[in-house]
């Protein structure tokens, strides 16, 4: 497997690489809070987007928005630079979730309940949101 080195206690490279061109960026401060997240939750992460090359961030957003994605794609996503990951929403993550990212020192953080996941990232100034009602079960299984 390509990029299948260890960065962390509890990642592998290839978990942050651009699916279509297997190509990796990653801050080592993200690394970092990542693992420090990891380490409080005491439970796995599941990386489902790291790095992306701008084709591969451009395609999502087309698969989501069509012909007129470009009106709703970011053009300077954290993603891009290797200083973001979106990480699967689990039943068995605390409820105050952003609390504990914040304590990571994480301080992008959109917590997305109507798509089950959670995005974070290292930028420079504060950025804290909620998409959804936590209420309604949108999260991964866990497992």
Known sequence: MINKIKVAKNFYLSEFQSPDTKTVMIEPELLKKLQDLRDMLK?????????????????????????????YCPRKSYHLSGQAVDIL??????????????SAGFRGIILNYEKGYLHLDIRPVSYITQIGDPTEDRTGSGS
Do not use: V
Not at 48 to 61: D, L, Q
Not at 89 to 102: D, H, T, V
């Open 89 to 102: 929403l689990s039943k068995r993550y605390p409820k105050n979730l952003k609390e504990w990212a914040l």
């Open 43 to 71: 439970e796995p992460i599941t990386i489902t987007s790291g790095y992306r090359t701008i084709e591969h961030h451009e395609a999502i957003y087309k698969r989501i928005y069509g012909e007129n994605y470009w009106q």
